[in-house]
């Protein structure tokens, strides 16, 4: 944990329960009641030491932010809670110290209240008391492998590391290896066996891998980094099962490459490695949509990005599957109410970002584990590598395991210099 200052760290963001003073920019968040009476407790510290008004029972007063939580039962907290974090979004000037609103004389306990911050956990600028992170932060650690805990062998306790086994990047690389076969063959059943020996990974993988190349190579993520990076693996790798697209084919072999305005999945099937390597939210959309816009600068393309990358960061954090769901659609406008069930009958091949990336998430939120995730995307009938690429991202960042032998069997697909990419990105960004 990195000490920020005496009433904050981060990494993750976590405010002190005690607060005498604040530092310039730092604002304190209690509870409050609606009439601004703030007479007990972190109200009454809110008024006397840091500018919280009389009378004021609502948001921003001096160096408080008031959250009323008399008025009724949890339900009544939570559209002020919602308003809360919208506000600290539009001012990253400002440091927001959560306390146990809710928690004292209002009689409500932590685990009724912490819920309603979930959505507080990728915002940079709130910091949160330990025990709302960590009753938030439960529902990922039970299905979490992490340092000290003892890992099943059919989960992949033999994959490298005694104690642990996150599978980052090649739960991407798997989706792709998976999908490789039926690409141009539409499966339309989940009956699918994840270890075909026909199967191999695709240009999918290869950028996949360029891109978590640059994260590790250009630390300013600049444009010019990253198309050196593409370009470079894709003539390293000029005939991969599947080929490239034409116009990225052409891309890939000019010496002065400029956008060309598409739409198409590649934008989103590469960008896993974004969704993985950032400890915010608002990184994230914007690492993924540099990512993309190289090339696939079109708003559909930079979108499949941008919702890809941030599903993967949502997955990995900790945000239950309505969480993700809610987010995507809002800020997206995809429409992830349909289910599996509902796409399969009419759905085929689609190359495009906006008929591909709310199919391959919808795969994950109908999914039970990873491999049920893939072999739903799979099922679709569609763009089976992008999708399975993209689905085995997001699946892979919720699930965080995944059975040993489907991890050696795409490992052993794989050429030394992939794999020691792999190996590069899991050790320099692994929580």
């Known amino acids: 944990m990195t000490t920020m200052s005496g009433n904050r760290t981060e990494h993750p963001n976590i405010a002190s329960d005690r607060i005498d003073m604040l530092q310039r920019g730092e604002i304190f968040v209690f509870g409050s009641n609606l009439a601004g009476h703030h007479m007990g407790g972190a109200a009454r510290a809110a008024h006397q030491k840091f500018g919280a008004e009389w009378g004021v029972g609502v948001g921003l007063t001096g160096q408080s932010y008031a959250i009323p939580t008399m008025q009724g039962g949890v339900d009544t907290i939570k559209p002020y809670v919602d308003q809360f974090i919208e506000f600290a979004k539009r001012h990253q000037d400002m440091q927001f110290l959560v306390t146990r609103i809710g928690c004292g004389i209002a009689g409500f306990k932590d685990e009724e209240i912490a819920p309603l911050f979930r959505m507080a956990i990728p915002v940079s600028n709130i910091y949160l008391p330990q025990t709302f992170f960590d009753i938030i932060m439960a529902p990922y650690l039970e299905h979490c492998f992490y340092d000290g805990k003892n890992v099943p062998e059919e989960c992949g306790a033999h994959a490298g590391h005694k104690d642990r086994y996150n599978p980052m990047l090649m739960s991407a690389v798997l989706g792709d290896i998976a999908g490789s076969i039926y690409e141009f063959a539409p499966h339309k059943s989940t009956e699918i066996n994840l270890r075909d020996r026909r199967m191999d990974y695709t240009d999918d993988t290869i950028m996949t891998i360029a891109v978590a190349d640059w994260l590790l190579t250009d630390k300013r993520h600049t444009k010019k980094g990253l198309v050196a990076r593409l370009q470079e693996w894709g003539r390293k790798y000029p005939h991969p099962m599947g080929a490239y697209g034409t116009m990225f084919s052409q891309w890939l072999n000019k010496n002065y490459p400029k956008p060309y305005n598409s739409w198409g999945n590649g934008a989103a099937m590469r960008v896993s490695a974004v969704g993985l390597a950032f400890s915010t939210l608002e990184e994230t959309m914007m690492v993924a949509k540099t990512c993309a816009e190289v090339t696939h600068n079109h708003p559909e393309g930079i979108k499949g990005a941008q919702a890809t990358a941030a599903a993967i960061f949502l997955a990995r954090t900790g945000h239950n599957k309505e969480d993700i769901r809610r987010y995507i659609s809002g ?69 965080n395991s995944m059975p040993y032998a489907l991890y050696k069997f795409g490992m052993e697909k794989l050429p030394h210099d992939i794999k020691q990419i792999i190996s590069d990105f899991d050790s320099a960004y692994r929580r």
Request: net charge negative.
């Open 331 to 399: 800020t997206f406008g995809y429409d992830l109410s349909r289910t599996c069930d509902d796409i399969r009958p009419t759905y085929r091949f689609d190359g495009s970002c906006q008929g591909t990336v709310p199919e391959s998430i919808i795969a994950f939120l109908d999914s039970k584990d990873y491999e049920d995730a893939l072999r739903l995307c799979i099922s679709l009938g569609g763009d089976a590598d992008t999708m399975g690429a993209i689905t085995g991202a997001i699946a892979g960042a919720y699930y």
